[in-house]
């Protein structure tokens, strides 16, 4: 398959998330309730619920998105290029529209590609437009598809050639597949406290964009091909 994938059919996909309220005290008395119940099993014996919350980002039900970063290919004077598109901001709802909308005009049958997506960032996406009472784009709306059929590209999951219990970082794959990464200031779990307390959306929006960069440039790498050089990387507004 990845011999013959057209990458201008590709969209890479990241997203950051964080827990649905600063902190446990702010969280509803019957979410609090369901959420010690939903992470009983998870949290270690001696770590209480309110201890747990930080970690409230990653369950859809208790977390929110705020930010999806898109990253677009394209090919020209023999060699590819990459596009970076970000929606970020306070309201997930804005940010879902945003995305959607773009989706459904622009690019309603592209596929997608994220690292670990099909565990991660595909089911959020769709769980939490739910949530805000929005329509799932096609390309994410697996309801009724064959396992076949359905075009969600998953670099983890290619890495793992078959073995259900191996999990490789974006990280760690970039280092072993020799593709240069700059040194972030933050990895995934400091986005809270960067949201939160220090209320730095930008940095929180230019660490998606790095990880949809080492996404694509993994993904060339499975296909046998030269990295994208940064001067064909480009931000859109």
């Given amino acids: 398959m990845l011999k013959t ?3 201008s059919q590709v969209i890479v996909l990241d997203i950051e998330t964080v827990p649905q309220y600063q902190s446990f005290n702010e969280v ?3 979410m609090q309730e369901l959420w010690e119940h939903k992470t009983s099993h998870q949290r270690k014996p001696d770590q209480s619920p309110e201890e747990f919350y930080e970690r409230a980002g990653i369950l859809a039900e208790f977390g929110k998105i705020i930010c999806i970063s898109l990253g677009i ?3 020209q004077n023999k060699s590819y290029s990459l596009r970076l598109k ?9 940010i879902l529209q945003q995305f959607s909308s773009l989706i459904e005009k622009q690019a309603p049958t592209l596929m997608f590609c994220a690292h670990n997506g099909k565990e991660f960032d595909y089911p959020y996406l769709c769980r939490r437009l739910l949530v805000n009472g929005l329509e799932i784009p096609a390309p994410l709306d697996i309801s009724g598809k064959k396992p076949w059929e359905v075009n969600h590209l998953d670099t983890m999951e290619m890495w793992k050639f078959g073995d259900y219990k191996h999990y490789t970082s974006l990280n760690l794959l970039a280092a072993i597949l020799n593709i240069p990464t700059p040194k972030d200031d933050i990895d995934g779990s400091q986005v809270r406290q960067v949201y939160y307390e220090e209320q730095n959306l930008e940095r929180i929006v230019t660490y998606c964009q790095k990880d949809v960069i080492t996404t694509a440039q993994v993904l060339l790498k499975f296909k046998g091909m030269e990295i994208i050089s940064p001067e064909n990387i480009t931000i859109v507004s």
Avoid at 86 to 94: K, V
Wanted: aromatic share 16%.
């Fill in 5 to 7: 994938l057209d990458l």
């Fill in 28 to 30: 509803p008395p019957n």
């Fill in 86 to 94: 970000s929606f970020a901001g306070d309201d997930e709802r804005q």
């Fill in 73 to 75: 290919f394209s090919y």
